[in-house]
T-cell receptor
Framework: AQTVTQSQPEMSVQEAETVTLSCTYDTSESDYYLFWYKQPPSRQMILVIR??????QNATENRFSVNFQKAAKSFSLKISDSQLGDAAMYFC?????????????FGEGTQLTVNP | AAGVIQSPRHLIKEKRETATLKCYPIPRHDTVYWYQQGPGQDPQFLIS???????DKGSIPDRFSAQQFSDYHSELNMSSLELGDSALYFC?????????????FGQGTRLTVV
């Protein structure tokens, strides 16, 4: 079974600074998808960024970027120019190659605090 | 753009009662997922449906059942409720076969069992 591990229960960053959240996963599959979801206090699950395992290029979405190391099974999220609105719980998630509704497996989450 | 709709948003039930949670996926999405998130925990996968057939099953108690209807909406039925069932229940939907196959989440149903 696939597992996802986030070893940082809590992280903090100063506004406008950069922070990196770590995630490792375990799988025997060669094709899969990785995601970072954000869960603010409203508890809505919001997709931040996605990465297809077959793509070597790291995904980027505005201030959010990932460092995907397939051989090391590592998938970290970098947030640049941190803003107060970035404060939330961040979940790393794994999804097998889509066939017919494969599940998302989440890590334990990292609570990010942004200090003004 | 239309999102995943869950109802009700909040539900309070007594122990041993039954609850039904509803999920309306994004139009044309063919897959629905149900997740349970306890306080301070990550979402746990319960069950999923693809084209109205159960496609994957996780840690769903036998007291729970779910189905996807012809209009693609899904219902999660929970019987003999226990205090430990108190949680946030998410529904998500996706479209199989898309390159960017992310799941879009609803706002969740907060179930409180007293």
């Amino acid at each position: 079974a696939q597992t996802v591990t986030q070893s940082q229960p809590e992280m903090s960053v100063q506004e406008a600074e950069t922070v990196t959240l770590s995630c490792t996963y375990d799988t025997s599959e060669s094709d899969y998808y990785l995601f970072w979801y954000k869960q603010p206090p409203s508890r809505q699950m919001i997709l931040v960024i996605r990465q297809e395992a077959y793509k070597q290029q790291n995904a980027t979405e505005n201030r959010f970027s990932v460092n995907f190391q397939k051989a090391a099974k590592s998938f970290s999220l970098k947030i640049s120019d941190s803003q107060l609105g970035d404060a939330a719980m961040y979940f790393c998630a794994y999804k097998a190659q889509e066939t017919s509704g494969s599940r998302l497996t989440f890590g334990e989450g990292t609570q990010l605090t942004v200090n003004p | 753009a239309a999102g995943v709709i869950q109802s009700p948003r909040h539900l309070i039930k007594e122990k041993r009662e039954t609850a039904t949670l509803k999920c309306y996926p994004i139009p044309r999405h063919d897959t629905v997922y149900w997740y349970q998130q306890g306080p301070g925990q990550d979402p746990q996968f319960l069950i999923s449906f693809y084209e109205k057939m159960q496609s994957d099953k996780g840690s769903i108690p036998d007291r729970f059942s779910a189905q996807q209807f012809s209009d693609y909406h899904s219902e999660l039925n929970m019987s003999s409720l226990e205090l430990g069932d108190s949680a946030l229940y998410f529904c998500a939907s996706s479209l199989v076969g898309r390159t960017n196959t992310e799941a879009f989440f609803g706002q969740g149903t907060r179930l409180t069992v007293v």
